[in-house]
Nanobody, 125 residues
């Protein structure tokens, strides 16, 4: 199985930055995609970014974060990062790390098998 642990959340003012980390352990070879999702109070969980864990291929972003967020990976550390810049109050949410084998749609949560516990990000106006 795969275990995922998020860290790096916190409270920042609008325009600030945070870097989230997701450390994976277990049989990570079975997970080919890693994704970041978020859920704000009263809203559905949504895909933020996803990345293929391999020698090449896809990186995907939600339209709402393009140009502000960057997903990256360090396979040697089994870690995926989400650099969040120019944060807005609407980015406030619990952010979850997830892993999938071969998602048909990388930003759709239905295709992800393993989930972390989440880390809170709060952006004040």
């Amino acid at each position: 199985q795969v275990q995922l642990v998020e860290s790096g959340g916190g409270s920042v003012q609008a325009g600030g930055s945070l870097r989230l980390s997701c450390a994976a352990s277990g049989y990570t070879y079975s997970s080919n995609y890693m994704g970041w999702f978020r859920q704000a109070p009263g809203k559905e969980r949504e895909g933020v970014a996803a990345i293929y864990i391999g020698g090449g291929g896809g990186i995907y972003y939600a339209d709402s974060v393009k140009g502000r967020f960057t997903i990256s990976r360090d396979n040697a550390k089994n870690t995926v990062y989400l650099q969040m810049n120019s944060l807005k109050p609407e980015d406030t949410a619990v952010y979850y790390c997830a892993a999938s084998t071969w998602p048909r749609r990388p930003l759709f949560l239905e295709y992800y098998n393993y989930w972390g516990q989440g880390t809170q990000v709060t952006v004040s106006s």
